[in-house]
């Protein structure tokens, strides 16, 4: 397969796409598999730059996000995303926390990687269960984190690789449009789950007008947040989280998808404002276990001043928050914390 010629952008139009790609055996004729190279930094639906190389597409079905002309053997034909649905599993995908990599991600996040010492910060597996959908044809554009689950069974050292696992369970219609539930865990090759990451997320009805309602939320644990004491502040700025946000979801660098979305600014991805909690954890001393409820209350702009909150919920529970113009954007409750 020589290349993929263009690109058709959701509002209309076709964008020249400089990619390399190699065909590579497929399951059946709906179900291609490309190992593609980017060339230009100008994708931003349909493909995405891997964490660390080259990615894989496993594309079928139909889907109203975005849609390439492929030119092939067979001719030109196109792939379309896959519309979420219960049931779909994703294809396995090999994952690796490099030093430089957490180095480079977590600096630009104004934070330290050397308070996790030789550990990966589990942070990160927010994303790559994203990306693990998108490596399997679940496109991530536009969507909105609502909760994650986020389970450590033990440290997992820099540059150890697992394999992703997972899809999707449910589906759930909201007003303001879809909620789509998924599991994701991260194995060794012997079969041990040392990650799991399980997602709620909000693909929004697309285009104007859009409702309100995404269904009942659990209560705040931090409703008194704007009266406690920062452990910790940072200042971000888009510069910062340009770099620190990869291709696939163009809310979180792009200001005209952003506003296309209903927000003022780009909004940093859930993953990323997860990390200064994980920090503040990890500060104290290396975790070795946790068990952590992530609810995303509020958008976090690309230009916003945050406040790390950390309070000792009861004898199991902790309780770590980012307050951001006076409130609670982000809380996360851990229990089964081991040191």
């Known amino acids: 397969m020589e290349c993929i010629k263009s690109w058709r952008h959701p509002a209309g139009g076709i964008q020249s796409v400089p990619l390399r790609a190699k065909r590579l055996p497929c399951e059946s004729p709906l179900i291609r598999q490309l190992r593609l190279e980017v060339g230009s930094p100008t994708v931003r639906h349909g493909t995405m730059r891997c964490l660390y190389g080259a990615m894989h597409f496993f ?16 001719g030109e034909h196109r792939v379309k ?17 490099e030093a430089a990599y957490q180095h480079d991600k977590l600096g630009a996040c104004g934070i330290d990687s050397g308070v996790f010492g030789n550990d990966a910060d589990p942070a990160f597996f927010i994303g790559l269960a994203i990306h693990a959908g998108i490596n399997s044809g679940i496109s991530a ?10 389970v450590q069974h033990r440290p997992l050292a820099l ?28 194995e060794t090759a012997a079969g041990e789950t040392v990650i ?11 285009g104007p007008g859009k409702q309100r309602g995404i269904g009942d939320r659990p209560i705040s644990l931090l409703e008194d947040i704007d009266s406690l004491t920062a452990v910790a502040d940072y200042e971000l700025n888009p510069a910062q989280v340009k ?35 994980t920090a503040c954890l990890w500060s104290q001393r290396p975790v070795r276990t946790l068990v952590a409820q992530v609810q995303f209350r509020r958008p976090i702009f690309w230009d916003d001043r945050l406040a790390v909150i950390h309070r000792q919920l009861d004898q199991d529970t902790r309780v770590l928050g980012l307050r951001v113009r006076g409130k609670a954007a982000t809380e996360m409750s851990v229990r089964e914390l081991t040191f």
Do not use: C
């Open 196 to 206: 799991e990451a399980s997602r709620q997320s909000l693909k929004p009805h697309p």
């Open 243 to 277: 770099a620190y946000s990869s291709t696939g979801n163009s809310i979180h660098y792009e200001e005209e998808s952003a506003h296309r979305a209903g927000f003022r600014a780009p909004i940093i991805g859930g993953g990323m404002g997860v990390h200064y909690l």
């Open 141 to 150: 554009e536009g969507n909105v984190n609502l909760a994650q689950h986020l």
């Open 81 to 97: 995303w896959i519309d979420p649905y219960p049931g779909f599993d994703y294809r396995p995908m090999s994952v690796s926390i």
């Open 159 to 186: 540059g150890e690789s697992l394999t992703a696992l997972g899809g999707i369970t449910a589906v759930q219609p909201v007003p303001r449009g879809r909620v789509i539930h998924t599991v994701v865990r991260f």
């Open 59 to 74: 594309l079928q079905g139909d889907v109203p996000v975005g849609e390439f002309k492929v030119d092939g053997a067979e």
